[in-house]
């Protein structure tokens, strides 16, 4: 019993000191759950069977006769399975029974407390490195980039660049800069931070996750400037981030979604500016006089993440890449009976499964852009990541032919921590040219 109460409070002290966001263990919360899978990696095979262990604790106390409803899924797809198991002393195990495919099987929980229904999720994966996309590669995916940014090349690149010294330090600057991309009168907006000492420098460029919103607080990764690069925050939208947040509110209320702009042609379609303006972006950071003449990392999370992968897939430029469950990365994948990526199309919106929205995707997914880079490339995601799905990460991983390394972190929603934040750049720094 003493055991027991000393890694329940482990555990209460390890969420007394986590940051306000959404993560597995919610902040300040009086409950917790801790699930515990049979084999520590969450990994099986197809064919074999799994079982996990849940505990749930109410003010650290193991609850006692608490009737837990549980269903079973395959990953961002509707139970298939649903059972009741009953805690005694906090504790109970649910069998999962196996896949035949490989694939993420969801166990989705639910325990009503006091009138009040706690909720939780564990993921475990059946051979993942065995699954491959949906999506295919048009015949002429390379020819059609190709042409594209030889065509937003020729847009000139104009632009300016004023101080933000509230986000510089006593060894760094911060700079905000607009940039003309794709044609004349298109820009987007960056911040630049660099260190003040004279030098030359790596370039990093960090595209935005998404949505339309201002740019995250530039200071929250100063450490790249003040560790020796270049290191380019940028939006996607050419809205200002000095706007204030009702701005970017009713901006965004009014634009709407715009992953599904364009959607039925390749050429109209909205990312397409949004690809060819980071290889932009590429073109001024490597324009830069203390720019060293040789490193451009690009790196990101979520819809940065694919940006990234995106960018280090068209841009020959760039010498390493870090990636964050990426979005955008076998998007059609629904149509095989499994998860696809965000923005989950076909799980959310309506009139996507036509051929011509499914075959501009594929011109689009970060799945095809994997297969050309040559770099190497370091990705991370977790297994209970209900906005980009395990699935999709391990097929981006999977299709990649280039040196590549992986940090798995299953408990991991859609979120990474300050310390694997930080060990990106530490991963950078041993890629360096």
Request: glycine share 6%; charged share 25%; hydrophobic share 35%.
């Amino acid at each position: 019993m003493k055991s027991l109460l000393k890694q329940v409070w482990t555990y209460l002290l390890i969420l007394a000191v986590m940051p306000l966001k959404a993560e597995n263990y919610p902040y300040r919360s009086d409950v917790l759950w801790v699930t515990v899978p049979d084999h520590a990696d969450w990994l099986y095979e197809t064919g074999e069977q799994a079982e996990v262990e849940i505990q749930f604790y109410k003010y650290g106390i193991p609850q006692n006769e608490v009737e837990v409803t549980y269903e079973l899924g395959s990953d961002m797809m509707p139970a298939d399975k649903s059972g009741k198991v009953t805690l005694k002393n906090g504790r109970a195990v649910i069998r999962l029974g196996t896949m035949k495919e490989p694939g993420f099987l969801d166990c989705r929980l639910s325990a009503k407390v006091n009138e009040t229904t706690y909720k939780h999720h564990i993921k475990v994966g059946f051979s993942p490195e065995k699954l491959q996309p949906y999506t295919q590669q048009p015949a002429d995916f390379n020819e059609f980039w190709e042409k594209a940014m030889e065509e937003a090349a020729r847009c000139p690149m104009k632009y300016t660049i004023e101080p933000a010294p509230e986000y510089a330090t006593e060894t760094t600057e911060c700079y905000l800069v607009k940039l003309q991309c794709f044609r004349r009168g298109t820009y987007i907006y960056g911040y630049l931070t660099r260190p003040k000492a004279a030098g030359s420098y790596p370039v990093v460029l960090c595209p935005p996750g998404a949505g339309i919103k201002t740019i995250k607080e530039p200071k929250r990764h100063i450490y790249y400037a003040e560790k020796g690069y270049i290191r380019f925050e940028m939006e996607i939208h050419g809205l200002n981030p000095k706007m204030t947040t009702e701005e970017f509110k009713e901006i965004s209320s009014a634009f709407g979604n715009y992953l599904t702009y364009g959607i039925d042609n390749r050429d109209n379609y909205y990312m397409k500016k949004v690809y060819l303006a980071c290889v932009r972006a590429v073109d001024y950071l490597t324009s830069l006089p203390d720019w060293d003449g040789k490193n451009v990392i690009v790196q990101g999370g979520s819809q940065g993440g694919a940006l990234a992968l995106v960018t280090a897939g068209l841009d020959k430029r760039v010498t390493a890449c870090v990636a964050n469950h990426p979005a955008l990365s076998d998007m059609a994948g629904y149509k095989a009976g499994r998860a696809g990526g965000y923005p989950h199309f076909f799980k959310k919106y309506k009139g996507m499964d036509t051929p011509e929205k499914v075959e501009t995707m594929a011109y689009y997914d970060v799945v095809n852009f994997a297969k050309q880079i040559e770099v190497p490339v370091y990705m991370t995601w977790g297994y209970n990541d209900d906005t980009c799905p395990p699935t999709t990460s391990y097929i981006v991983y999977n299709v990649l032919a280039c040196p590549k390394e992986a940090l798995i972190t299953p408990i991991n929603e859609h979120w990474t921590s300050e310390a694997t934040e930080y060990g990106h750049l530490k991963w950078i720094q041993k890629h360096l040219k």
